[in-house]
């Protein structure tokens, strides 16, 4: 008999082992999924290359946009409690206070607050767990065969409500991460559509002083800056060739400054 109980006891410690074993492992996975560090190339780089000008009216529009655009991507993370930062790449990052009260895990009367209580040899953790926290007694062998089947019920329906909470965390990641790329993909247009008013008000300006140098010089007025002709007869033409090839459309605060010294350089012969 004494052997049998052995044999079944034996057989019970070990079953519990491998629980806690697929607990912790599990355990450990979601907690390094969930403190990683999603990185997104960032969009700004090239709204910025193309639609970014110091020109003060240009400069603020640009500003403007970028703060409102900014500001929907960090709308879409707080929702879920996760923080956006754009330092050179994108980062959405997860608050650490969030996880560790996430990983948490209650057994019983007994509150895990992290998961390195729960690192180790298997073995002895269990132990400690069932000797010291559940049970209080000295020995395996005092533990009677009710406890066993309580502790095994507990550490599954932790394991399972482990699972489910950071299954649900993971799943408001992946959704912020989706929502923030869409918001990536979509962030040229958005800043070209922006832009589009504005860099046509100051390319009115430009061909209005195209218009005050052709008349001092006489004859109609082109511009060439860098191997490449600024269409000063149509903003359409302009905006769109530019946009296109992605240049930077501060070219045509150029255009201005060349032009101003012109008439000037001019109306003083």
């Known amino acids: 008999m004494v052997a049998e109980k052995d044999v079944r006891w034996s057989m019970t410690v070990n079953s519990l082992i491998t629980d806690w074993m697929t607990f912790v492992n599990a355990y450990n996975r979601q907690e390094s999924r969930l403190r990683t560090i999603q ?3 960032s969009p700004f780089g090239r709204t910025e290359k193309v639609f970014y000008s110091e020109e003060p009216m240009l400069h603020d529009a640009y500003d403007t946009w970028y703060k409102n655009y900014f500001g929907k991507m960090q709308e879409i993370g707080n929702t879920f ?3 956006v930062k754009n330092e050179s790449n ?16 209650k057994l019983g009367d007994h509150e895990y607050q992290s998961a390195k209580e729960l690192y180790g040899n298997e073995f002895d953790t269990l132990k400690k767990y069932v000797l010291d926290y559940k049970t209080h007694k ?17 550490l599954r329906n932790a394991h399972k409500q482990l699972a489910v909470d950071l299954s649900n965390r993971l799943s408001e990641y992946t959704k912020v991460v989706s929502e923030i790329m869409n918001l990536c993909d979509n962030a040229f247009d958005d800043c070209r559509d922006y832009m589009r008013s504005a860099y046509e008000e100051y390319y009115v300006g430009v061909q209005r ?3 005050e140098l052709q008349g ?24 769109n060739h530019y946009v296109y090839r992605e240049m930077s459309l501060d070219d045509i605060t150029t255009a201005s ?12 012969i």
Do not use: Y
């Open 39 to 41: 990185v997104i190339i």
């Open 81 to 83: 409690n996760f923080d």
């Open 90 to 105: 994108l980062l959405i990052t997860v608050d650490m206070s969030d996880i560790n009260e996430l990983m948490k895990v």
């Open 138 to 154: 000295t020995s395996w062998e005092d533990v009677t065969p009710e406890e066993w089947s309580e502790i095994e019920k507990e």
């Open 209 to 211: 002083l195209a218009s």
């Open 216 to 239: 001092i010089i006489g004859h109609s007025v082109s511009l060439t800056l860098w191997s490449e002709e600024i269409d000063l007869d149509n903003f359409d033409a302009f905006f």
């Open 257 to 268: 400054r060349v032009l101003k010294r012109l008439i000037k350089s001019k109306g003083e």
